[in-house]
């Protein structure tokens, strides 16, 4: 099936969302829409999945113009969408799921759902899906739960399938697997549209990429195209993807974490045994898939987390059983993992969220009394150091976007004398401007002699900024490798594989050359 | 990377299908919102060299799917100072009409009202507004009378009425901003108004320093019953709501049980009434003694001055609004959550306390069990309709005092009753709670969407121009 979409406008109002957008999907080929958060990318598919009306412009389907009422619309026509956030019930079967919206029914309206675990067998067959149809959704792990989403658009006859941002969940392997199966449906005529920001994988599958930046679409690439031409036709202005990073030099161990295990409230180990250090001047990288005991290994050191044993010591200071506010006084800078939760107060200025911990120390505070004038001199020097974007310091912070919001957390944390500086998922939702901007922060506190320690999922993240990675693996550690070590090695040891053996591993295929 | 930030969203995108549709769609259209709000909030400037973009758009209109019990509260709580006053209108006029509609006169006059339609009219409208302007006349100014004092008699009446509301309201108002939803204020003015009580007829001290110990009494008291609420939070992880309903239950039979011992009860009495206070331990009057007036209303003037400063210029109220707005990021930021939550319930009783004093030692000037009337219930009203803030709690108090004063008025005037006072002020916090309907009554715009927009061009245009001048 061919889908081309001709001069596509999508207005708010006054905002222009889409402007004039001309895509042509060919049969068999997977076409990336690269482009930044908020580049009208989801406004696009929308658009063409039958949620919105486009202000102006056509769709065409097999070269005949058509109109989407809705998304049943866009379904009978051949085109099915991935959410980049699952659409499930999760205490459903897969198979219900799947039937779920065109349900096939006995008489007097019982549910029959032979026919679609057969269809679901079938599908799963024929791409290598390994779907079982009567495992219960929330059991699944989050690669396959992303399969049964593709099996319900593939069962629905959709000939073009949009996946919008479908890496984001997955582990590095998964990603992989994901991309072999859109080679397969490639392979089996049906065309891909694959919406992300993420160069590599853009790069790896794509026959055609199509760049969008500002509702328009500024260039059309070619998958051997480099990265960072890419990133440039992204950003709109060149962009250096690589860190420039001097080798760190690591000073004294002041940071020491021994033998740190943290329970959850049902009992299990969600952290368990850790032991490593962290040196002045030096980043430690805690890599990992999302929900392995990072966020707990953060939080423990914060004080945020009960049922701690172990040790925890910076410069010689015991810092488990004590309280939050004691070990951010002793000088511990914390970028929590998701900003808006535990990061900003949203509601609160910018110029209160720059405070946000040392609302009650001087010149904040005298006494139990604030001082309205301090908070704002200090709200306006750290928005101007850091460039961050808002209409003025007494905007709400919840009104900023995503990179500036994370500026604002940053210039709080780094507007006091660190002793460590830990910080969770520093670019998650940041703009690619931003991001170039956040990572030399952190490499500039690294070289101020500060020791760091940045938890990511993202192995790009991982690899720019470490000296030395730890993989976390179900709230073990798998091992701590130099920074320079290869993706492979680090896919492993995400996977549960001791740093040794995953090492080792790549000896044998290298000669033993790492 | 997922972009599930949860920022506001201006309701200015519009989905083709509006009833809800199938969970699909609605979050399909969420993220769709999120990526064009995101567009506009995150201008795309090249590299820096452009001045910062404009484009805010109100926080009040977060409208994402996880929109939780606490920040419905928060907006309910918080809501636009217009909405507030246009659901005051709609409610004096939907007031009006049921006033005509009980009317005798009325009743009378449509029985033939195909005929002559102008007497129905004529009789509504008289009904509805002789009741007003006797409401009006009961809790301002008595236009008729004939000296100066008799005059604004009525202002002072209301005054005094709208003291407890005050205090008790921005108890209230405080503990909202804290993020609790403090039920208690009944039970806490009650206790309050017992330890005040108590001071105020069993020690017998000098002028003054006796008023001061009643006074402290009354707050140390209303404060104990408060911050036994937080604590309990804290501890047990109890809901205040649970804990204050069930805390206004204890106080009212305490009381009542209390009236009954011989510490309590005045000497030679069967009915459950307190001895008198003592001559110097009552506010002293205000305006002399043609008026009810004392001088608790001052002390409710200095609360809502110190609440103003606690919440706005303080470190314990910077705490409070942190642990109200966002408990996570405030326990990040090394607040201590569970302190927050005792210290608010403990202050919020104080204040409600300070309604007790009033009661005991201004107007009432003996303790029964009926002593803090219904005032601790609408002090829950006042503080809704003052948007939490401790002026609007303040101006919101003088409403309801007005009236309750001018209710009276009505009552013995017109004939109307009094329970339509009651209905009004239903009708208010009914509207307050549902600003959909006010903005679809009065076509005011959705929160943000429109004023966004219009930032959101604007900026749009300066940073294309600026980026094309860079």
């Given at each position: 099936m061919k889908l081309e979409l001709i001069g596509i406008t999508k207005r708010f109002g006054s905002l222009v969302a889409n402007d004039s957008i001309d895509l042509v999907v060919e049969p068999g080929q997977v076409h990336s829409l690269l482009g930044e958060n908020g580049a009208g990318k989801s406004t696009l598919m929308n658009v063409l999945y039958g949620l919105y009306d486009p202000t102006d412009g056509q769709i065409l389907v097999n070269d005949s113009p058509v109109t989407f009422k809705g998304p049943g619309d866009a379904m009978a026509a051949g085109i099915g969408m991935v959410h980049q956030h699952f659409m499930l019930v999760p205490v459903f079967t897969g198979a219900e799921n799947v039937a779920l919206g065109n349900e096939a029914t006995r008489t007097a309206g019982m549910l029959n759902l032979r026919e679609t675990r057969a269809r679901i067998r079938e599908i799963s067959d024929q791409y290598g899906f390994d779907v079982d149809p009567d495992a219960v959704v929330e059991d699944l792990p989050v690669g396959v739960q992303q399969r049964v989403e593709i099996i319900k658009a593939l069962v629905r006859d959709a000939e073009v399938l949009i996946l919008d941002e479908p890496t984001a969940v997955l582990t590095p392997k998964e990603t992989d697997e994901l991309l072999g199966i859109m080679g397969q449906l490639k392979a089996d005529g049906k065309s891909i549209v694959f919406i992300s920001h993420k160069l590599r994988e853009v790069k790896a599958v794509s026959d055609v990429i199509t760049v969008v930046r500002r509702g328009k679409v500024v260039g059309t690439a070619d998958p051997t195209a480099s990265t960072t031409e890419l990133a440039s036709l992204m950003v709109g202005r060149s962009v250096s993807l690589t860190l420039d990073k001097q080798p760190a030099a690591p000073g004294e161990t002041t940071f020491r974490v021994r033998n740190l295990t943290v329970h959850a409230a049902n009992g299990q180990r969600v952290v368990d045994d850790l032991s490593f250090d962290v040196a002045r001047g030096e980043i430690l990288a805690v890599a990992g898939v999302q929900g392995n005991g990072q966020t707990e290994l953060t939080e423990a050191i914060m004080g945020l987390q009960d049922h701690v044993s172990g040790s925890v010591t910076l410069g010689g200071d015991e810092l488990v059983g004590r309280s939050v506010k004691q070990i951010i006084r002793a000088g511990v800078g914390f970028v929590p993992e998701d900003r808006s939760v535990e990061g900003l107060v949203g509601t609160f200025t910018v110029a209160e969220n720059l405070v946000l911990n040392r609302y009650d120390t001087a010149p904040f505070a005298k006494g139990l009394s604030m001082s309205p004038t301090a908070v704002d001199r200090n709200a306006g020097e750290k928005i101007a150091e850091y460039d961050v974007r808002t209409q003025s310091a007494s905007a709400a912070a919840g009104t900023l976007s995503g990179g500036n919001q994370q500026k604002v957390v940053m210039a709080r944390e780094f507007s006091r004398p660190l002793e460590l500086f830990i910080a969770s998922q520093p670019t998650r939702g940041v703009d690619v401007g931003s991001i170039e901007f956040l990572h030399r922060r952190i490499v500039a506190e690294r070289d101020g002699g500060t020791p760091v320690i940045i938890v990511s999922t993202e192995l790009d993240e991982v690899l720019e900024l470490a000296d030395r990675i730890a993989v976390l693996y179900r709230g073990r550690l798998m091992g701590i490798v130099p920074g320079t070590v290869s993706r492979d090695v680090l896919g492993l040891m995400m996977a549960g594989m001791p740093a040794d053996e995953a090492l080792a591993q790549f000896d044998d295929v290298r000669g033993g050359n790492l | 990377m997922s972009p599930q930030e949860d920022r506001p969203v201006p309701d200015n995108a519009e989905p083709k299908d509006d009833g809800g549709g199938s969970p699909t769609r609605r979050q399909a259209r969420a993220t769709a919102r999120q990526d064009e709000v995101r567009q506009e909030n995150e201008v795309e400037t090249a590299g820096g060299e452009i001045p910062p973009p404009a484009a805010p758009v109100s926080a009040a209109s977060r409208t994402t799917d996880e929109a939780s019990e606490a920040s419905l509260l928060e907006r309910v709580m918080t809501g636009n100072a217009l909405v507030a006053f246009l659901s005051v209108v709609l409610s004096l006029i939907i007031g009006g009409l049921l006033i005509a509609l009980t009317d005798p006169e009325v009743a009378r006059t449509s029985s033939y009202f195909l005929g002559r339609p102008q007497d129905l009219l004529g009789a509504a409208w008289s009904a509805a507004s002789g009741a007003y302007i006797a409401l009006f006349q009961g809790s301002i100014i008595n236009f008729e009378a004939d000296s100066f004092s008799r005059m604004i008699y009525p202002l002072t009446q209301t005054l005094t009425v709208a003291t407890p509301l005050i205090c008790a309201g921005l108890g209230v108002a405080l503990a909202f901003r804290a993020g609790l939803f403090n039920i208690g204020a009944q039970g806490q003015i009650l206790i309050g108004a017992t330890f005040a009580a108590w001071v105020g007829f069993t020690l017998h001290l000098p002028v003054g320093l006796h008023l001061l110990l009643v006074i402290l009494a009354g707050v140390v008291g209303g404060a104990l019953?408060?911050?036994?609420?937080?604590?309990?939070?804290?501890?047990?992880?109890?809901?205040?709501?649970?804990?204050?309903?069930?805390?206004?239950?204890?106080?009212?039979?305490?009381?009542?049980?209390?009236?009954?011992?011989?510490?309590?009860?005045?000497?030679?009495?069967?009915?459950?009434?307190?001895?008198?206070?003592?001559?110097?331990?009552?506010?002293?009057?205000?305006?002399?003694?043609?008026?009810?007036?004392?001088?608790?209303?001052?002390?409710?003037?200095?609360?809502?001055?110190?609440?103003?400063?606690?919440?706005?210029?303080?470190?314990?109220?910077?705490?409070?609004?942190?642990?109200?707005?966002?408990?996570?990021?405030?326990?990040?930021?090394?607040?201590?959550?569970?302190?927050?939550?005792?210290?608010?319930?403990?202050?919020?009783?104080?204040?409600?306390?300070?309604?007790?004093?009033?009661?005991?030692?201004?107007?009432?000037?003996?303790?029964?069990?009926?002593?803090?009337?219904?005032?601790?219930?609408?002090?829950?009203?006042?503080?809704?309709?003052?948007?939490?803030?401790?002026?609007?709690?303040?101006?919101?108090?003088?409403?309801?005092?007005?009236?309750?004063?001018?209710?009276?008025?009505?009552?013995?005037?017109?004939?109307?009753?009094?329970?339509?006072?009651?209905?009004?002020?239903?009708?208010?916090?009914?509207?307050?709670?549902?600003?959909?309907?006010?903005?679809?009554?009065?076509?005011?715009?959705?929160?943000?969407?429109?004023?966004?927009?219009?930032?959101?061009?604007?900026?749009?245009?300066?940073?294309?121009?600026?980026?094309?001048?860079?």
């Open positions: - | 019953w408060g911050g036994l609420v937080g604590l309990l939070k804290a501890r047990t992880g109890a809901h205040e709501v649970i804990l204050t309903i069930m805390f206004n239950y204890i106080a009212t039979n305490l009381v009542l049980y209390l009236l009954t011992t011989p510490g309590f009860q005045r000497p030679g009495s069967t009915n459950p009434i307190s001895p008198q206070l003592d001559s110097t331990a009552v506010y002293p009057l205000l305006l002399g003694s043609q008026f009810r007036l004392h001088w608790g209303f001052v002390v409710a003037v200095v609360a809502t001055v110190f609440v103003w400063w606690l919440l706005n210029r303080s470190t314990v109220g910077f705490e409070l609004r942190a642990v109200g707005a966002n408990p996570s990021a405030a326990r990040t930021a090394g607040i201590n959550v569970n302190r927050g939550y005792m210290v608010a319930m403990a202050v919020a009783g104080g204040l409600a306390g300070l309604a007790g004093v009033a009661q005991v030692a201004g107007t009432e000037r003996v303790l029964t069990s009926g002593v803090a009337a219904s005032f601790g219930f609408d002090a829950i009203t006042v503080a809704l309709l003052g948007r939490s803030s401790p002026w609007g709690t303040f101006a919101a108090g003088l409403l309801f005092g007005a009236f309750r004063a001018g209710g009276v008025t009505m009552q013995a005037s017109t004939g109307t009753s009094i329970d339509i006072v009651l209905v009004v002020q239903s009708l208010i916090v009914l509207f307050i709670a549902a600003p959909p309907l006010i903005r679809a009554l009065f076509r005011l715009p959705a929160p943000g969407a429109p004023r966004s927009q219009r930032r959101g061009r604007s900026t749009n245009r300066t940073s294309a121009s600026t980026g094309a001048a860079a």
